[in-house]
């Protein structure tokens, strides 16, 4: 089958760095070190506006991405609903751009800022469930589970991490790191996709 999923990986790409790191650039008073990503569409703010239009224009290419790429995916059992679960993290974007946080992105604040945290959260742990999922997957081989394992740690230690207070001057490049990780490799991996799952020869379960 050809890679016909391809432009929308480079799509998905472009736009993420165009959204966070252009987005940074044109708020002059934006930090991209200590301040979160939400904070680049904060009620009030400066082209929040703008760069909230283009969260929704990431949040559906990767929902797209990820049903074009559905049939070149070799996932079986549980690891099916893991992949499914993966689109929390376009939603989180889409959501952002509708539920955006106070100034300074508070864990307290008005109604939005409380449904943007709980939103957050939601998204965050139906990633990580996905991608502990995608460990458990008979499909692939044992060293790619361990793969998906080890992601999903990481993952979960960035989101930590960022929320500590002794991390507040760096919680920025702590968010980018884990989100650059994962969507990195969820394109890398996507990047690689070409036969169709009724094509890959067994695999015997451990």
Not at 65 to 71: G, I
Not at 108 to 122: C, E, P, V, Y
Not at 164 to 171: H, S
Request: aromatic share 10%; proline share 7%.
């Amino acid at each position: 089958m050809k890679p016909h999923h391809r432009p929308l990986v480079l799509a998905v790409a472009l736009v993420y760095a165009v959204m966070v790191y252009g987005g940074g650039w044109l708020k002059t008073d934006y930090d991209l070190v200590s301040q979160f990503t939400s904070e680049l569409t904060s009620s009030g703010t400066d082209w929040a506006d703008t760069i909230a239009t283009a969260h929704v224009v990431w949040g559906i290419l990767g929902l797209a991405l990820l049903w074009v790429a559905a049939p070149l995916v070799p996932v079986s059992g549980v690891a099916r609903g893991g992949y499914w679960l993966l689109a929390s993290e376009p939603g989180v974007w889409i959501g952002s751009a509708f539920l955006p946080c106070d100034p300074g992105c508070p864990f307290d604040g008005s109604l939005t800022q409380t449904l943007h945290n709980l939103w957050a959260a939601i998204t965050f742990v139906a990633t990580t469930v996905g991608l502990l999922l995608l460990a458990r997957n008979p499909a692939v081989s044992a060293m790619a589970r361990l793969a998906w394992a080890l992601l999903a740690v990481f993952w979960l230690a960035t989101f930590v991490l960022m929320l500590m207070p002794a991390a507040e001057p760096v919680r920025g490049l702590i968010q980018r790191l884990g989100e650059g990780t994962l969507y990195g490799t969820l394109c890398v991996v996507a990047w690689r996709l070409r036969v169709p799952p009724r094509c890959i020869a067994p695999v015997d379960q451990e």
